[in-house]
């Protein structure tokens, strides 16, 4: 993950560099309304089948269940790419972005839709069946140093714009090809052959179907936030401020890396805590997490506050970056990456039902405050709208985990790690750009230096 990250984040410095602000503004555009569809269209399938499969004694008839709905979901999501050039496309255009060629844009994006809603759901399968290494392989390291290798292609041949969107697209085919030569080659090689008896129903395939989709729904209300800020902002301002914010956005988002990867186990002992009857395990779980997050967190967070302003030394001159957007967007994906493991609390102790009704409520706060704020405020609005938002979902789950389960997790000295962290930056970057020239050895000089003083603080 910190490959692709780092590549991505490498990837994306070479494209705004190379084709300005305006047009990464509908790079970035296009790249939210993908991923946002990418929320919806696997079904909620990934998880459900990670778990189906997992569960299975037959393997071949949970790999019949398996193909039947990967070839439903893509049927659909093959209908829906068609769609935009057949007046989808036009319809959005005029309706809210007003971007010259955007239906060819939107269609070269969104044909690899399929593959990639495939790719989510043959990845969780292979989750399920205890080997995600070819996922791995495939998602982590070949898709995005492929891409980056075509990038550099096509804008050296003066693609632009329509260069990136085909990298885009033939480095989702590679890994799709990838990923379904291993399946159906590899996996499982001598359990795939099934008789008429043992052959599951098409009613039996689809009752797997309705649990998903409450998953789906779970992911979709609280992912959404994450794209929908960029999806009014584009609709409301000019396309060099969505650039902006998308690359400050990009940046800002690796304040959740490292407590998103604590979080990954911490699901699977809540659960385990809470059917033990351990509540006290539960809370030393939960502030163990809480702390170690926060420690890990704040450096990048306070790294974005202090440079975010000076960035146009990565992004180049077309760039232009607010003080206050470059604290605002940190600092929402910092509360996002700490307090949003607290929904396990919920969702793995039966209160699922809660988890949701705080995720859409949120979810509908931030669509509301986005389309408030846009116009007036630009990218300052739709970045505190972010922010308001995140606090808003994890305020409402630390009073529901508390009463619900009695406890109090975390403390108030896991806040000074991001308070620390962010004097020391600021006053490292201040002095630093104050006495040096404003270049990149300053920058990158200036970051390393924080990087050793927070160390010795910490």
């Not at 499969?53 to 893509?74: E, H, M, T």
């Not at 409402?396 to 403390?411: E, M, Y």
């Amino acid at each position: 993950m910190i490959l692709q990250n780092v590549t991505m984040l490498g990837t994306g410095i070479l494209i705004a560099r190379s084709i300005g602000s305006a047009d990464y503004g509908i790079s970035n555009l296009l790249r939210s309304l993908l991923q946002f569809a990418l929320v919806l269209t696997p079904l909620g399938l990934d998880i459900a089948l990670q778990k189906h499969v997992g569960a299975a004694d037959d393997v071949a008839k949970a790999r019949v269940d398996v193909n039947r709905l990967r070839f439903v979901v893509i049927g659909l999501c093959v209908l829906g790419v068609f769609a935009i050039p057949l007046g989808l496309g036009r319809w959005l255009n005029n309706t809210f972005y007003h971007v010259p060629h955007l239906e060819t844009y939107l269609t070269l994006t969104f044909a690899s839709l399929p593959l990639m809603t495939d790719l989510a759901i043959l990845g969780g399968v292979l989750r399920g069946r205890h080997n995600p290494d070819p996922q791995v392989l495939a998602n982590y390291y070949v898709q995005p140093l492929f891409r980056l290798i075509l990038v550099l292609a096509f804008l050296k041949l003066g693609y632009g714009l329509t260069g990136v969107l085909v990298a885009n697209l033939l480095g989702s085919l590679l890994s799709f090809l990838i990923l379904n030569g291993y399946f159906h080659l590899v996996q499982d090689k001598t359990e795939k052959q099934i008789d008429k008896a043992r052959l599951p129903s098409w009613r039996e395939t689809m009752q797997i179907v309705e649990p998903s989709l409450w998953m789906a729904m779970s992911v979709f209300f609280y992912s959404t936030i994450r794209n929908v800020d960029i999806l009014i902002l584009g609709a409301a301002r000019p396309m060099k401020e969505v650039g902006e914010y998308g690359s400050l956005s990009t940046i800002a988002q690796f304040s959740q890396f490292f407590p998103l990867a604590l979080s990954l186990t911490l699901g699977p002992a809540i659960a385990r805590l809470y059917a033990e009857g351990d509540i006290g395990g539960i809370r030393d779980s939960l502030t163990r997490y809480l702390r170690t997050a926060s420690m890990l967190g704040a450096p990048i967070f306070a790294a974005g506050v202090a440079w975010g302003p000076v960035l146009d030394i990565l992004f180049g001159s077309t760039f232009h970056y607010s003080q206050v957007v470059a604290a605002l967007l940190p600092l929402g994906y910092l509360a996002s990456g700490i307090l949003s493991p607290m929904g396990y609390g919920l969702s793995m102790t039966g209160r699922h039902r809660s988890e949701t009704g705080i995720l859409v409520l949120g979810n509908l706060f931030v669509i509301a405050a986005c389309l408030l704020t846009a116009k007036p405020f630009g990218q300052s609005g739709v970045a505190a709208s972010v922010l308001a938002g995140y606090v808003l979902i994890n305020v409402l789950r630390f009073i529901a985990v508390s009463r619900a389960l009695k406890i109090v997790p975390g403390a108030l000295s896991d806040f000074l790690y991001p308070i620390a962290a962010v004097i020391v930056a600021v006053l490292v970057q201040r002095v630093a750009f104050a006495l040096f020239p404003r270049d990149i050895f300053t920058l990158v000089g200036s970051g390393l230096l924080f990087g050793v003083l927070l160390a010795g603080v910490y």
